[in-house]
């Protein structure tokens, strides 16, 4: 859909239960979760007990406890403990990170159910960062800030490397991927092949 549209039909994220393929939760662009258990048959809204909740920017089901998922949402992270079918606000995410995000991804650590990590971007480049929780949002500490973050990975295996989207500022609107080998507290430009600045007439 165009953003013309108003976000209508706009699906912008799917989460597959990794050990059931029947479960499925998608989060939309201006309706909230939406859960199927017959792999699309038949879909559910699950938001009664977060409704500020609009806009789903991603999904993720905890690699240690498939019933543990997190979602990024337009009023913060959320949580469920039964795979998808009760949500809870996290406590403090609104008053410690940007509230008015205009992209936001997350990660959960391989091998912690309480260790969530989220990029924000907001409405410029110079306004966003990293930031983690260790105890499943009750409180975050900032990885990086004053920059602008479009996406995050981490490696399946080490939740210390962290792949990320880094945006410069105007006028040059480029994209740089990023790396840490510390758990987000240092991060460094990969080129290699990978243009280490904007190209005349391109933006990335």
């Not at 048959?41 to 409704?51: E, F, I, N, S, Y």
């Not at 971007?121 to 479009?150: F, H, I, M, R």
Request: proline share 4%; with cysteine.
């Amino acid at each position: 859909g165009s953003y013309g549209a108003q976000g209508v039909g706009v699906i912008r994220c799917v989460a597959i239960q990794p050990d059931n393929s029947n479960r499925v939760i998608a989060g939309s662009m201006n309706a909230g979760l939406w859960l199927t258990t017959d792999k699309g048959a038949t879909w559910q809204l699950m938001g009664k007990d977060v409704p500020l909740v609009e806009t789903v920017y991603g999904i993720k089901f905890a690699p240690g406890n498939t019933n543990i998922v997190y979602a990024i949402t337009n009023a913060g992270l959320i949580k469920s403990t039964d795979a998808g079918v009760t949500w809870s606000y996290t406590t403090n995410f609104l008053s410690g990170l940007p509230y008015v995000a205009v992209e936001t991804m997350l990660e959960v650590s391989p091998t912690d159910n309480s260790k969530v990590f989220v990029c924000v971007k907001n409405n410029n480049a110079t306004n966003g960062g990293l930031y983690v929780t260790t105890n499943g949002g009750s409180s975050w500490t900032t990885l990086q800030s004053g920059k602008a973050y479009w996406d995050i990975k981490l490696h399946p295996a080490n939740e210390n490397v962290i792949y990320a989207i880094e945006q410069t500022p105007s006028p040059n609107w480029w994209c740089k991927f990023v790396k840490s080998t510390d758990g987000g507290s240092t991060i460094t430009t990969v080129n290699n092949g990978y243009p280490s600045t904007n190209i005349s007439g391109r933006q990335l």
